[in-house]
Nanobody, 123 residues
């Protein structure tokens, strides 16, 4: 069974950091682009960052550039999202997703999704 599991979310104070993990089971991430998406209460889900499968290309939403870093470690079948200098507006449920096709950061292109992990930034 193909499965993505996110972890690493939690409550953090403004200015703090978290590292989210996206672990795959039942398949290898080697040939998949991986995206991180988030959805805040009352808002639509949006792309945060994506990384291609080979010769890694990355994309970031303007709101997280310079704060968030996506990285992948195929040997451990895991993708990470390092989030620094977090702000209350970063509070959301964060999802990772996998896409086997051409590199894309569009939600509609992603076939497999995790269940999400809650990130809350509050003092």
């Amino acid at each position: 069974q193909l499965q993505l599991v996110e972890s690493g979310g939690g409550l953090v104070q403004p200015g703090g950091s978290l590292r989210l993990s996206c672990a795959a089971s039942g398949f290898s991430l080697d040939y998949y682009s991986i995206g991180w998406f988030r959805q805040a209460p009352g808002k639509e889900r949006e792309a945060v960052s994506c990384v291609s499968s080979a010769e890694p290309n990355t994309n970031y939403a303007d709101s997280v550039k310079g704060r968030f870093t996506i990285s992948r470690y195929n040997a451990s079948n895991t993708v990470y999202l390092q989030m620094n200098d977090l702000r209350p507006e970063h509070t959301s449920v964060y999802y990772c997703a996998a896409d086997y096709g051409l590199y894309s950061c569009l939600q509609r292109d992603y076939e497999y999704w995790g269940q999400g992990t809650q990130v809350t930034v509050s003092s």
